[in-house]
């Protein structure tokens, strides 16, 4: 027993001392502040819960704090903080903070771990800076966690961090480097509001219970939320990202916005689940691809430079209508529909046309996508959009045929008469001309009309009745055609039928 109890008076001694040391001083980044061994604040941390704060104010601290070696799985007291610098490795993982923590302004030149440690009051570390790596990982923050405008330099680690205070603080917050919280689970309202990320930012299979703001964020890398569950509303409003951005399999129960966000890198929300999303005036540099997404209200009032991907995307409402006056689909850009499901979609042809798109081009694919929003057109009243609509099919079928074919020309025909069906007033108008410029010539070759009655030259009236006769295929006429004459009658009466046809065919389009 003499032993132990000698060397515990040795360890008890010395930490005295070394607690009363004389401070010296240093000058960092042209400040002059007391130097202090780390000694001296582990012996503080070490007071009892009644014991007074730890409150330091613009000191510097010299040597390596290792809670587990150090004696410290609990502390008791509040720790405030500001304007310190730890010249050392700072690491309290596994400890138990059971009151306040208060960083303000602090800088770590090494390392700073709070691996599994847990709070159960609020903690603060704001406008600090973290010169190497941070690592929270697995911690639990049971009060708020107060991270504002802090710099992370190096790799930031909340892999499996838990925040269930009130509050969650990041806005301002600059990560210099990789910043990693998958999977970490906020079930506090959080902010990352005009946060940036000059790293990878990993929020896979992140899950947020609360409202949350991602408004101002800035993207320099990829920003990865695969399989992340967002229970509330989401803001992304006016942020950007140069990198790629994937919400693959994300799930958004709330309402997500992403108004004024820039995409300058592909967008992808591939299988991902919307309550209601809304990107007015947002910017897709390149590729956005929701394809097999699904959700009950979207609305793309937004512009996209490439293409847009909604391939076999679910969704009681698409809205795709512009924003402002510029047109949502760049000159060359691409819009996949194939195999949508949609209980309505608002879009204007304009905005469509010409940019329909599948993966082979072929009309096969794309027949069913223009039926679709054929039928849209219709049911929302929309008649010109959907004539335009139809036109762009039947261009389609007509361009996927050679020359060769029989079916080449008769389309060709059909779009020159009645542009598909679509323009029935311009059959009528072939039809006018045609009996009016075959009366013309029946009049200018008038001896080779011969009369039933046996006048000798008609007049111009009737000639133009001869062709309107002739037309409409009606013999009982009081004049007829001979010679070469007979030819143009031939000529005009096959006309006739063709031409009825056609008509017949525009009015049976517009019926079905």
């Given at each position: 027993?003499?032993?132990?109890?000698?060397?515990?008076?040795?360890?008890?001694?010395?930490?005295?001392?070394?607690?009363?040391?004389?401070?010296?001083?240093?000058?960092?980044a042209?400040?002059?502040l007391s130097l202090l061994p780390?000694?001296?604040?582990?012996?503080?941390?070490?007071?009892?819960?009644?014991?007074?704060?730890?409150?330091?104010?613009?000191?510097?601290?010299?040597?390596?704090?290792?809670a587990p070696t150090s004696g410290l799985d609990t502390l008791r007291v509040p720790l405030d903080l500001e304007e310190v610098y730890f010249l050392d490795e700072v690491s309290f993982s596994q400890v138990a903070f059971l009151a306040p923590v208060r960083l303000e302004r602090a800088h770590f030149a090494g390392g700073l771990s709070f691996a599994e440690a847990r709070f159960t009051d609020d903690f603060s570390v704001r406008a600090s800076h973290i010169a190497k790596h941070a690592t929270f990982q697995k911690t639990?923050?049971?009060?708020?966690?107060?991270?504002?405008?802090?710099?992370?330099?190096?790799?930031?680690?909340?892999?499996?961090?838990?925040?269930?205070?009130?509050?969650?603080?990041?806005?301002?917050?600059q990560f210099d480097n990789a910043a990693y919280f998958e999977p970490a689970a906020f079930a506090a309202p959080a902010s990352f509001t005009d946060a940036a990320f000059a790293g990878i930012a990993s929020f896979k299979e992140t899950t947020w219970a609360q409202p949350l703001s991602f408004a101002g964020v800035r993207f320099a890398d990829r920003a990865l939320f695969w399989d992340a569950r967002f229970a509330e509303e989401?803001?992304?409003?006016?942020?950007?990202?140069?990198?790629?951005?994937?919400?693959?399999?994300a799930r958004f129960s709330g309402e997500?916005?992403?108004?004024?966000?820039?995409?300058?890198?592909?967008?992808?929300?591939?299988?991902?689940?919307?309550?209601?999303?809304?990107?007015?005036?947002?910017?897709?540099?390149?590729?956005?691809?929701?394809?097999?997404?699904?959700?009950?209200?979207?609305?793309?009032?937004?512009?996209?430079?490439?293409s847009l991907d909604l391939s076999r995307a679910a969704f009681a409402l698409i809205d795709l209508r512009a924003a402002e006056a510029d047109s949502t689909f760049a000159a060359n850009s691409r819009l996949y529909l194939?195999?949508?499901?949609?209980?309505?979609?608002?879009?204007?042809?304009?905005?469509?046309?010409g940019h329909l798109a599948t993966a082979d081009s072929t009309h096969a694919a794309l027949d069913p996508t223009y039926a679709a929003l054929y039928h849209q057109f219709l049911v929302q009243g929309l008649n010109g959009d959907a004539a335009s609509c139809h036109a762009e099919r039947m261009d389609h079928r007509r361009?996927?045929?050679?020359?060769?074919?029989?079916?080449?020309?008769?389309?060709?025909?059909?779009?020159?008469?009645?542009?598909?069906?679509?323009?029935?007033?311009?059959?009528?108008?072939?039809?006018?001309?045609?009996?009016?410029?075959?009366?013309?010539?029946?009049?200018?070759?008038?001896?080779?009309?011969?009369?039933?009655?046996?006048?000798?030259?008609?007049?111009?009236?009737?000639?133009?009745?001869?062709?309107?006769?002739?037309?409409?295929?009606?013999?009982s006429r009081a004049w007829d055609a001979t010679g070469k004459l007979k030819l143009l009658a031939v000529t005009e009466a096959l006309l006739g039928w063709v031409s009825f046809g056609l008509l017949i065919a525009a009015a049976l389009a517009h019926v079905l």
């Open positions: 027993m003499l032993p132990k109890f000698f060397f515990a008076a040795l360890l008890f001694l010395s930490t005295a001392l070394s607690a009363q040391t004389p401070a010296a001083d240093t000058t960092i042209g400040q002059t780390i000694e001296t604040l582990i012996a503080q941390l070490q007071r009892p819960a009644n014991g007074p704060a730890v409150v330091h104010r613009q000191v510097a601290f010299r040597g390596r704090l290792f639990r923050f049971f009060g708020d966690a107060d991270l504002t405008a802090s710099r992370f330099a190096g790799v930031a680690s909340f892999v499996g961090a838990h925040f269930a205070g009130q509050r969650a603080h990041f806005a301002q917050t989401v803001s992304f409003d006016s942020g950007r990202a140069d990198g790629e951005v994937a919400f693959d399999r997500a916005s992403f108004a004024d966000f820039t995409f300058a890198r592909e967008a992808r929300f591939r299988s991902a689940t919307f309550g209601q999303a809304y990107f007015d005036g947002a910017y897709f540099r390149q590729e956005a691809d929701f394809s097999e997404s699904e959700g009950r209200a979207i609305r793309l009032s937004a512009f996209f430079n490439r194939h195999q949508p499901r949609f209980g309505r979609i608002q879009v204007r042809w304009p905005q469509l046309a361009l996927a045929r050679a020359w060769n074919e029989p079916a080449r020309w008769g389309l060709e025909l059909w779009r020159l008469s009645a542009d598909y069906g679509t323009a029935p007033q311009r059959i009528i108008a072939f039809m006018l001309a045609i009996i009016f410029l075959c009366g013309l010539a029946y009049r200018t070759a008038s001896g080779s009309m011969r009369s039933t009655s046996g006048a000798d030259q008609p007049t111009l009236a009737d000639c133009i009745v001869f062709s309107l006769y002739t037309f409409i295929h009606i013999n």
